[in-house]
């Protein structure tokens, strides 16, 4: 039986997507930029928006076109990137991703991916020369060998285990306070399936065997801080409870907990879920049966 996949995953919703025609045309890229494009600075994760998660569009200037980025071209005009050098007083798109509209949301997610492979890409990759921005920010290409590059997105798997009594196994990454817990996570490495990966990161995170045939796929977002693309699964092990045995470097703590003990946790303080523009948090939601509350979150 196959399920429909997770909606309303926050950066994962609808939104218009500037289309390959108009990146790669230039005279079309110089002529917008120069006619009433609009443009939203953007630095590392943080974005300019502002405290009811309008995005702060603001015409571009002449200086702002060699740091521009196309986003969308929609009824709304043209939309884009401004990268800065440093970020004013913006929010992390991790706090206002849930907030924005449906219309900026993609707009701003492609914002802060585009502008974290900017700032860790200025040179070439094959031969080490120095790049700069090509098809409307949507590559950079090699002054020296004109070699050009896209930017990269880096699959993850996080995937909520079950056991045979439907308990959900939670972790507390070594470097997490004592009652934050979430979904087990991992790249998926060079040469490897993302089913692969499931079944690899929790034997090594948390030292149990996934079901390969529970596998489930659940869907997918993008988690540009600073390239990941977040594919959620669930997954089964045999047996009650099986002892988990964590790797201690990445994960300190792995725990199973039914839906009381998720709550009783949650109650008294010792649990802390993932937030609410977090894939692990819908497919905690997913298993759970319910949105989980508020309070339940970590920041
Ligand atoms: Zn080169």
């Not at 998660?53 to 740091?67: F, I, M």
């Not at 991916?113 to 090699?142: D, F």
């Not at 709550?263 to 905690?284: E, F, K, M, N």
């Amino acid at each position: 039986m196959s399920r429909q996949l997770l909606t309303g995953l926050a950066l994962a919703r609808a939104g218009s997507r500037a289309p390959l025609e108009l990146k790669t045309n230039p005279e079309w890229w110089n002529t917008a930029l120069a006619a009433g494009a609009l443009g939203v600075a953007v630095a590392g994760d943080r974005i300019d928006a502002d405290g009811d998660a309008q995005l702060n569009w603001l015409p571009v200037t002449e200086s702002d076109r060699n740091r521009a980025v196309l986003l969308s071209e929609s009824d709304r005009g043209i939309r884009v990137a401004v990268l800065a050098d440093q970020a004013g007083d913006w929010p992390s798109l991790r706090v206002v991703g849930t907030e924005l509209a449906d219309s900026e949301v993609a707009d701003a997610t492609a914002a802060v991916a585009l502008a974290h492979w900017h700032a860790r890409h200025p040179r070439c990759p094959r031969c080490g020369g120095v790049t700069e921005m090509h098809e409307a920010g949507w590559a950079r290409i090699c002054l020296q060998d004109e070699s050009v590059h896209y930017p990269r997105t880096d699959p993850a798997v996080i995937v909520l285990v079950r056991d045979a009594d439907d308990r959900a196994l939670l972790g507390r990454r070594a470097d997490w306070p004592a009652n934050w817990f979430s979904t087990l996570a991992g790249f998926v490495e060079a040469g490897e399936s993302a089913e692969q990966a499931v079944v690899r990161e929790i034997a090594e995170e948390a030292g149990v065997q996934i079901l390969p045939e529970s596998l489930e796929y659940r869907g997918s977002q993008p988690w540009p801080f600073p390239s990941s693309l977040m594919l959620g699964y669930h997954a089964s092990v045999a047996g009650s409870a099986p002892t988990t045995t964590p790797d201690l470097d990445e994960i300190a703590e792995a725990r199973w907990l039914t839906r009381a003990e998720l709550a009783a946790g949650a109650a008294d303080g010792t649990v802390r879920v993932p937030p609410p523009v977090s894939i692990a948090r819908h497919l905690i939601e997913d298993w759970f049966g319910d949105r989980l509350s508020s309070d339940w979150s970590r920041p």
